[in-house]
């Protein structure tokens, strides 16, 4: 009877040194967020700040940007954490995960929509009519097969790509009229007073950080900028299996 007392004298100590040194953690961490903010100003807002995986060295998110800094907040670092023995870029993983949607909160109907083969893959592009990276994108994207893209456009660049934009979806075949802009350089024409998506798609874009076109997503959430090339999406299709 006295060894079980003991046992569990013991566990509670265990239990309560937990305790203990997750509190003093996270008033560590709150500590170096209080500090930091100050020193930095209220314009960057600090989202949260966590121990990374260096002693001493804690992580700070500002907005969906990745910093570092020390326990007396006198630091800020801009850079990548690589674990040597394994080569993972720790701060790249965490910059992919901060850039992730879920692919449910996309809505189809604010979309221009290809289907080719069986449509099976699918993947997102958020597209200007007058990015020239999203045209020779959308060259490339010929290439694919069984897949079905959807393209949301979003008029950043221009007073014209709004209007270019308001002519492709009020046109009798947006989807070809986007294409043949695009593609073949028949500039689109006809009304642009219909109602339109396009307000949707920028609050959209506001909301998870879209700032340059094209951006890609994959139905894992994954974000790729710019003008990827087509053997890095086929790569990350082939991953998504």
Same mark, same amino acid.
């Given at each position: ?23 003093? &953690? ?9 500090? %930091? ?26 907005? &969906? ?19 040597? /023995? #394994? ?23 604010? /979309? ?28 490339? %994207? ?8 959807? #393209? ?43 109602? #339109? ?15 340059? #076109? ?28």
């Amino acid at each position: 009877m006295l060894i079980l007392n003991k046992l569990f004298s013991i566990i509670a100590f265990a239990c309560s040194l937990t305790l203990l040194v997750g509190t003093v &953690n996270a008033q560590s961490e709150q500590q170096v967020r209080t500090e %930091l903010q100050k020193k930095i100003g209220a314009n960057a807002k600090i989202k949260s700040v966590s121990p990374s995986p260096i002693p001493g060295i804690y992580e700070v998110l500002v907005g &969906n940007d990745v910093f570092y800094t020390d326990a007396s907040s006198k630091y800020l670092i801009q850079g990548e954490i690589i674990e040597i /023995a #394994t080569g993972k870029n720790i701060t790249e993983q965490k910059q992919a995960d901060l850039n992730r949607i879920k692919w449910s909160e996309l809505t189809p109907s604010n /979309a221009l929509k290809a289907v080719r083969g069986n449509g099976s893959r699918q993947l997102a592009i958020f597209s200007d009519p007058n990015c020239g990276y999203c045209k020779r994108l959308e060259k490339s %994207l010929q290439q694919l097969d069984n897949v079905t893209i959807y #393209t949301y456009l979003i008029p950043i660049l221009s007073p014209d790509s709004a209007q270019k934009s308001k002519q492709i979806w009020c046109s009798a075949d947006p989807q070809k009229a986007y294409i043949d802009w695009m593609i073949n350089g028949i500039a689109p024409s006809g009304k642009s007073d219909c109602a #339109t998506p396009l307000d949707k798609n920028m609050a959209f874009a506001k909301t998870y950080g879209i700032t340059g #076109t094209p951006t890609i997503f994959f139905t894992d959430g994954s974000r790729f900028p710019g003008a990827v090339q087509i053997t890095d999406i086929e790569k990350k299709f082939s991953s998504l299996k």
